[in-house]
């Protein structure tokens, strides 16, 4: 079956800008997982939902991230007046429960100016 | 403070030899261990897992190792190939907090043939 995709791939925005990026998790995956790679650097954890109920936005670097998943199935994070930090990978990864293995999409690629 | 390590930047190995990538945890409360593996402009694909209730879990030509005393997990593969070449990621995680990912820096590795 289709794995879990992200769009865009690949984003360049000026700073300042809104962005906004999708998930399309695996079909019938109730955890949906964010993650935000620097270069060189592993991914770190940025929000968690179970179908539609966002559990965990610990990670969040700030009020600007803003992330949704209004019918437990795709999912946006949306990221306000974007900054150069901003500048990153931002990965996907859905699950079958909270406890099943995460399997990621290829990510998309942010970058701000 | 970085809860996941992986203190080798890159190997390099000959391809039919065994390849060791090692990771050091110091969250006591980490109860289930993966190894990611991830090639240029790909997310993160998940290799093999270990829950702390083993120390040895093992499949096809990987096996990962699990040592809870020292805090210590490695991923042997053995023999190595050339398409193994990519970087690999240690990660944890715990029932606990979610069982959100936290990942190591990763390691490059480089199977020569």
């Known amino acids: 079956g289709a794995g879990v995709s992200q769009s865009p791939r690949y984003k360049v925005a000026k700073r300042g800008q809104d962005v906004a990026l999708r998930c399309d998790p695996i079909?019938?995956?109730?955890?949906l997982f964010w993650y935000q790679q620097a270069l060189g650097q592993g991914p770190e954890f940025l929000t968690y939902?179970?179908?539609?109920?966002?559990?965990?936005k610990s990670g969040l670097p700030s009020d600007r991230f803003f992330a949704e998943r209004p019918e437990g199935s795709v999912s946006t994070l949306k990221i306000q007046r974007t900054q150069q930090e901003d500048s990153a990978v931002y990965l996907c990864?859905?699950?079958?429960?909270?406890?099943?293995?995460?399997?990621f999409g290829p990510g998309t690629r942010l970058l701000v100016l | 403070d970085q809860q996941v390590k992986q203190n080798s930047p890159s190997l390099s190995v000959q391809e039919g030899r065994i390849s060791i990538l090692n990771c050091d945890y110091t969250n006591s409360m980490f109860d289930y261990f993966l190894w990611y593996k991830k090639y240029p402009a790909e997310g993160p694909t998940f290799l093999i897992s270990?829950?702390?209730?083993?120390d040895k879990n093992e499949d096809g030509r990987f096996t990962v190792f699990l040592n809870k005393s020292a805090k210590h997990l490695s991923l042997h593969i053995v023999p190595s190939q050339p398409g193994d070449s990519a970087v690999y990621f240690c990660a944890a995680s715990a029932l606990e907090y979610g069982n959100k990912l936290v990942f190591g820096a990763g390691t490059i590795l480089r199977v020569k043939s």
């Open positions: 079909s019938g995956h109730v955890s």
């Open positions: 939902f179970q179908n539609e109920a966002q559990l965990d």
């Open positions: 270990i829950s702390s209730i083993k």
């Open positions: 990864a859905s699950s079958w429960s909270e406890q099943e293995t995460q399997y």
